[in-house]
C-alpha cells in the first residue's frame, strides 16, 4: 500500500455526514457508515473495528445530552484524507452537560481515538477525533 | 441492520447456556441482560455459560451488561463462563481492563474453540 494508491489525497479531502434521530437504536447506522468511509481511505480490518467501536462510544456519550424528543439528532462526520479519518460526532445540546468521562464509555474511546477533543459550545456538544492508517511492516 | 439474537437453553450437566449472536450494542445490551434474568427466573443452574462465537461487535453498554450479569451469577453461588469469545469481544474486554475479570488472557484474541 502506498500513498500513490491512496483513494483520496490530503488536497482532495472527501466529507460524508450522516444525520440520525438522537435514538439508541439508530447508533448502528453510524457505525455502518464509519465502516464505509474506514474502507474508502483503506484502513486496516483491525482499525475499521476499532474505529466503529469509537464512533459507537462517542454516540454513547452524546446521546444522554441530546433532547431524544425533541427532534434531537445525532450528526456523523467523516473527512475521508489520504492517511486516515478524521471524525466528528455532534449533537444540538439539550442540557449544559459535557460528556461523561468517568465512565467505561470514555476509557474504551480514549484508548481508540488519537486528537480526541471535546465540542463544546452554546448550542452544539460533540467529540471530534481521528484515526490514522497503521504503516504496515511486512 | 445487524441481526441481533439472544437465546437461552438448557445446557450439560447443571448448566445453561446463553446464545448471543450480533451486535451487542446501547440498543441490544438490555435484551442480554434481560435473558439472564429469565434463566436466573426459571432455573438454579450451577453454571451459566456465554456463548460469544457470533458477537460481531460490542460496546461498553455491552460489556456493561456481561459485568451486570456476572454479579447477578456471583449473588447466586452461579459460575459463569464465556465459551468462545469473538474476536470483537476479546478486543473490547482487553481495551475496557475486563479481559482479566472474566478470565481471559490479552493475547488470544479469538480465543476458544469454534
Known amino acids: ?138 | 441492520m445487524t441481526t441481533f439474537e439472544v437465546s437461552a437453553a438448557p445446557g450439560e450437566a447443571d448448566s445453561w447456556v446463553l446464545t448471543i449472536v450480533g451486535d451487542v450494542d446501547l440498543a441490544t445490551a438490555p435484551e442480554v441482560l434481560d435473558a439472564g434474568n429469565d434463566v436466573f427466573a426459571k432455573a438454579e443452574p450451577s453454571r451459566l455459560v456465554l456463548e460469544l462465537s457470533g458477537v460481531t461487535f460490542i460496546d461498553s453498554t455491552g460489556l456493561g451488561a456481561l459485568v451486570q450479569l456476572r454479579n447477578l451469577t456471583q449473588e447466586r453461588g452461579i459460575a459463569l463462563l464465556l465459551s468462545s469469545p469473538s474476536r470483537s469481544v476479546s478486543r473490547a474486554m482487553s481495551l475496557a481492563g475486563l479481559a482479566d475479570v472474566f478470565g481471559l488472557s490479552e493475547d488470544t484474541d479469538g480465543a476458544g474453540t469454534s
Open chain 1, 1 to 138: 500500500m502506498t500513498e500513490e494508491t491512496a483513494r483520496a489525497s490530503a488536497h482532495d479531502d472527501s466529507t460524508v455526514t450522516l444525520r440520525i434521530p438522537a435514538q439508541r437504536r439508530y447508533v448502528t447506522a453510524i457505525r455502518a457508515l464509519a465502516r464505509s468511509a474506514a474502507t474508502l481511505c483503506e484502513l486496516t480490518v483491525d482499525d475499521i473495528e476499532d474505529l466503529q467501536m469509537a464512533v459507537d462510544e462517542a454516540a454513547t456519550l452524546l446521546l444522554p445530552l441530546v433532547d431524544a424528543g425533541n427532534d434531537g439528532h445525532l450528526s456523523a462526520t467523516f473527512v475521508v484524507q489520504a492517511d486516515g479519518l478524521l471524525v466528528s460526532v455532534s449533537a444540538q445540546r439539550a442540557t449544559g452537560s459535557l460528556p461523561d468521562r468517568s465512565g467505561l464509555a470514555w476509557i474504551m474511546l480514549s484508548a481508540l481515538a488519537e486528537d480526541l477533543d471535546v465540542v463544546d459550545d452554546s448550542s452544539t456538544v460533540g467529540i471530534r477525533f481521528s484515526r490514522r492508517r497503521q504503516v504496515i511492516s511486512s
